[in-house]
């Protein structure tokens, strides 16, 4: 790969992914990579490792982030990128999130104690990251390493997906108030995997609340969905952003570097944003 491309949606071991920021570093470097964003689940605490891990490589670490939301009991999750790392809203409400999350974990726990699934505790849940960002991969994983159900897939089938068995809801926001959240930081708002959220009809609402863009590259889509989010992003005036969404060893279907734009596309999101290039 050239050095002219950018994976912009990778996770760390701060959230849900197997990777510390010097593999994603690393990674990212092997496979040619010029810029990446570290895009965990409602914390920033990869970034500066990141950068720091980058630090006299030919590699530009964006700040990212990926915020967790909901509409109509619909998941909508929101990327943001370049906003303002210490200070600002959106720093003081991740807490709050990283709260919630702790919280909906051990309501996950509890209600498989209830369903007769009691060789699962929180704490062993929490050892899997390194920050307070617990996640539903985190609970799958011990599901399946305490051989409860035979894979990932099933653990998320019978337990975690959305109305399954033990699913509760994460922090409860609007997407546009996450967006709000990331554009009052600084930054700008990206709707994530608009192919598999499928609330495309949300779009011009969202515009209206200051949506700066659509990530219409994903991994393992189609051209005919990648060209049909890029034009739809044209028709709202949206920029266009892509990642790999890479979680190491979380998600067997990605890595980084799968899935990336062009400089030119870092540029109009630079832009966007009113960044120097």
Known sequence: MSERY????????????????LD????????????ISICDHDTIDGILPAREAAR?????VISGIELSSEYDGKDIHILGYFFNL????LVGKLKDMQASRVLRMKKMVAKLHELGVKN????????LTKSDAVGRLHLAKLLVSKKVVPSLEMAFERFLAEGAAVYFPKYQQTPHEAIRLIKDSGGIAVMAHPML?????????????????LEAYYPNCSMEIVNFYIHLAEKHKLIVTGGSDAHGAGKFSTYIGKSYITSERVAAMKERAGVSL
């Open 197 to 213: 959220t499928q609330r495309d009809e949300l779009i011009p609402a969202l515009v209206g609340a200051g949506l700066d863009g």
């Open 120 to 127: 699962i505790t929180f704490e062993e849940v929490a050892e």
């Open 6 to 21: 950018a994976d912009l949606h990778i996770h760390t071991h701060y959230s849900d992914s197997t990777d510390s920021p």
């Open 24 to 35: 994603v570093v690393q990674k990212a470097s092997q496979a040619g990579l010029s810029v």
């Open 56 to 60: 006299g490589a030919a590699l530009e």
């Open 86 to 89: 210490e200070s600002g809203p």
